[in-house]
Structure formats: C-alpha cells, structure tokens
C-alpha cells in the first residue's frame, strides 16, 4: 500500500490520530479542529460503519461499496439520480449482442496505479472469472456466467451459459463488477485470493490514502486517472455505527453529510440546521421476523402462521420507526420488479385467527424465544412482537446479541446455535434487481443466509426463470409468486422496507445519490 504511505506522511492533519468517540471530541479538541483542517476541497462524510473488506469478490458491507467505486472503475456504474437506470464508466460501449453475450469495448488510457500499466480486456476476464475460481460467496451476483472471451486489447464479449437478466442492474452495476488489475492481484495474493484491505493498485479518480480503524477513512485523488475530475480533493469518511452519534457529529460540524434516524427526520424538516438540505430517500432494505421452521417447537405451520396473524405490522413500525416507514409485502421494495402489492396477512393481523391456528395445532402455554441485535430499533421491535404475542397466550424471550454475535447464530458453519434459533428480527439490505432479494431463501443457502431453513423446490424453479425472462411484468409475476411461497411456509412476517433520509451542507456540497439515497462520493461536487 505504497500509495497510502505517501500520502499520509505529507498529511500532518492526521499525526494526530483524532477519534470520533461520542461524536465530538479528540484528543481534547473538537473533532473538526484536530483532522478536518487540511488545504483543499474535502468532503466530509459519516457512514454507518468500518470497513472490513476492500476486495471486491469478497466484500461484507455498503460503505466498503461506497468506498470501491472511487478507488475502481466498472464498466458501467449506477446513474444518480431518483430512476434506477446505468451510465458507461470504464467502458466505452457495451452491448447485448443476443440473450447470453455482451459485448463490451473499454476506454483507452485508464491506468492502474503502482506501475502497473493500462487496463484492458484481460483484466475484465480476470476480474470477473475470478470471483468463480476463488469460490466467492458473492459468485451468485453473476449467475451463469461462463467465461469472458477477448477478441482484442480492449474489446471483449462476456458469454454466458443461460440469459442472465440481472446483469445491467447487479452483476456490472455493483461491489462485483469492479474491474482489478490482475497482474497487481497476482503479485500480491500469489494465487488470485482475497486480499482484504490492501487493495494492490487503484484505477479510480481517488486512493485510499489512510485508514484509522472506527476513526476514519481518507480517499485522496489519484494522480494518474485519466477521466472526468472529481469535484473534491479528499474525501474524509467517519464510520459511526450509532445514528443519534452521527447527527451528533453533523450539528458540531464535524461532517457535512449524514444519514439521519426517523424519530428525528420529522424534526429535522421542520427545523433544519442552518444551510442543510433534508432528503427522504425510500430504502431497499427488507426487514422481517423470521421463524426456523426445524426447530422442534416451531415445526407445525399452524403455530408459524398463529404467530403471523398475531403480529400487528403497523403497530411495530410505529414503536421502532416513528411511524415513518412503509410496511412491506416481501422482500422486494414498492418500485421494483416483483414488488407484490400486498400480502397474504394483512398487515393488522387478526387475533381471533390467530387463535384458531394454534388450537388447530393443539398448543398451550407456548414459550419461544426471539434473537435480535442490540441496536434500539431491533430491541423495540422483539419487544413490541413480545407484548403482541402474549396476547394469545404465547410468552416471548427477548435475545438482544451484539451485531458480532447475531450474525453467526444462523450460521451452520459457526456450530449448532442454529438449532437453538426460534423467532429472529431479521433484515437484509436490497438491490434493484429482485435477484439480490430473493437468493438468500434459497434451498442451498440454508444455513447460511437462509436462518428460517426455508425450503421450497417450486421456489428454486422459479428464481431460475426469472433470470432469463426479459420482460419485467412476466418476470415481477414470478417473484410475486416466490414472495407468496415464502408467506405462506409461515416462515416469515414481513414489516417494512425502511427509510433513507439524509441531510447535507449546502453551503459545502452538492450531494449525489442513487435513488435508495446511498451516496456517489464520485459525483459529489462542492458548493
């Protein structure tokens, strides 16, 4: 990481070694007087977590994704804007030249940094091949691609095995579809591998030019990019996991964009900090609580499906989301394909059938448990579930883990926990493509993503077809009709799809997003 080296040690701003801790205060001064006072544009962000990974093959959260379009080109990259839709970046045309090639050509000139040289069509092969060669968890994201076939330096045809639809709004779009170099993976992983953290050269308009563990993230322009100029000349991204600690940081001036909580956006509108813009961006997220239908008292569908008409939805998202989400119908969010346009249980629920499920099921004085993070908005959720399901005589323990501890209780891989599991509050983060939101429940992800053991082959029939069915309203019937296969397993209750407001400094910044409010550092342009 020559890169990071260089820079940093002309950086004396963060000698300091500066920490957020609450928000606010470093080393005994106010955050922004110990590292925010470099020459130049910056940019100053907070997102909602570290960073854990920057390999994208094996990448574990959105901010690493954040962060990888501006140290990586794609060939196509997400527009900003309030329509999902693609823009070239790397690539100077592409085409889908029948339903199982595209065909791509990539701009001449764009370097990769540490010498190693312009990037060309073998590295697109390499990049994406590689993600099956190394067995990546993440290789669904390109489903049945075969091979990429190079006709010359620059121009190649991707060639896969059956039409794979999610491709222009998943596959190129996303974390996977960054194109690294492969002489400078080769070198420093030996054999292709996971490299982590250290990315080995960088072909985006920034580099990662320092890292702070759960203090910062620094992203300084890459001398050697050829394409448009970035609007900032740094990029400075504070990880705080907590909400109430960002919007803490943003009013003491720490930062100029942020995501906000709900409970505070309708404060924030009617109020906003002096010079800030307030957005509400709908969330791709899906959350939902989740029943592990092989555990020995959750085994009969009546008691599940008790369970989900015992849940009053609206009332869950009143108690944990300020009664500013939407309430969800499945794993799809309302403006995709596949968005079903209710459920099976209305979202009151009805006690008296409630009722009539478990005495068909024969149960009395039932005693489950339920797991959830410790974060508010999960526990008040496994609460609200807890006083909603005494009411027809079921008593309810609330589990409230750690983030590091929850999300290895489903894991077969992590041990036997997974047979303990009973109820979950669960969430997923989505994507634009209904692929992404409906492969976690399938058959051979149980165990691993798929925590309620969900298991339906009806289900992984009809996730294949719709891979290869172009047209989006014969392909939205097949997901609504997956989304109906898992309600109807009693497996799950769905809640809401979330909210994404954030706000920003005007007087700093013109912010870019995609149309979920997940910011395009990239596009930023100051004010």
């Known amino acids: 990481m020559k890169h990071t080296v260089d820079n940093v040690s002309r950086r004396s ?10 928000g606010i205060v470093a080393g005994g001064l106010p955050l922004s007087q110990v590292i925010w006072a470099a020459e130049g544009k910056v940019l100053r962000a907070c997102s909602d977590g570290d960073i854990t990974k920057l390999d994208p093959a094996f990448y574990n959260r959105q901010v690493e994704v954040d962060v990888m379009s501006c140290i990586y080109s794609k060939l196509i990259r997400y527009k900003p ?86 491709v222009w709004l998943l596959s190129l779009t996303d974390a996977t579809g960054h194109v690294l170099s492969e002489d400078a993976v080769m070198k420093a992983t030996k054999d292709g591998g996971d490299f982590g953290l250290k990315p080995p050269a960088f072909s985006g308009p920034y580099v990662l030019a320092d890292w702070k563990p759960s203090q910062y993230i620094v992203l300084t322009r890459n001398p050697e990019w050829s394409g448009p100029k970035p609007g900032f000349d740094e990029i400075r991204v504070v990880p705080v996991d907590d909400l109430k600690a960002r919007e803490r940081a943003y009013l003491a001036g720490d930062v100029d964009f942020t995501s906000i909580s709900l409970d505070s956006l309708a404060g924030f509108k009617s109020n906003p900090p002096p010079n800030t813009k307030v957005e509400e961006w709908p969330s791709l997220w899906y959350y939902w609580i989740g029943m592990n239908m092989d555990h020995p008292k959750l085994k009969d569908v009546n008691v599940r499906k008790a369970i989900q008409w015992a849940i009053n939805v609206p009332q869950i998202l009143d108690a944990a989301f300020a009664g500013q989400v939407n309430v969800a119908t499945g794993t799809i969010a309302p403006g995709l394909v596949g968005h079903r346009p209710k459920a099976l249980v209305p979202p009151e629920g009805d006690l008296a059938k409630a009722k009539e499920f478990l005495e068909k099921a024969g149960v009395n004085n039932l005693s489950l448990s339920i797991d959830c993070t410790n974060d508010s908005t999960n526990t008040t959720i496994a609460q609200t579930v807890q006083a909603q399901l005494s009411q027809i005589g079921i008593t309810i323990e609330v589990n409230a883990r750690d983030n590091s501890t929850f999300w290895t209780l489903g894991s077969e891989s992590q041990g036997e926990r997974w047979k303990d599991l009973q109820l979950i509050v669960n969430g997923f983060i989505g994507l634009p493509d209904p692929n992404y939101n409906t492969n976690p429940f399938l058959q051979n992800q149980v165990g691993i993503w798929n925590w309620e053991r969900f298991r339906s082959a009806r289900y992984d029939e009809l996730a294949a077809k719709a891979n290869t069915v172009e047209d989006p309203d014969a392909r ?28 920003y400094r005007t007087t700093e910044m013109l912010a870019s997003t995609r149309p979920d409010g997940a910011p395009l550092f990239y596009d930023f342009q100051p004010a």
């Open 13 to 22: 701003l963060l000698k300091t070694g500066a920490a957020i801790g609450g």
């Open 81 to 166: 804007g309030s329509e999902w839709g693609w823009e070239l970046d790397a690539a100077e045309h592409i085409e889908q030249v029948d339903p199982t090639h595209i065909r791509f050509r990539i701009k001449k000139g764009i370097k990769f940094t540490g010498g190693y040289g312009e990037m060309t069509a073998k590295d697109v092969k390499f990049s994406f091949e590689r993600i099956f060669k190394q067995k990546s968890f993440l290789a669904p994201q390109w489903g049945s691609l075969d091979r990429v076939e190079l006709e010359d330096d620059y121009t190649g045809v991707l060639v896969f095995k059956t039409p794979f639809v999610p």
């Open 476 to 503: 939205g019937k097949l997901y609504q009709e997956m989304q109906d296969l898992m309600e109807d397993s009693g497996c799950y209750r769905f809640l809401t799809n979330g909210a994404n407001p954030i706000m």
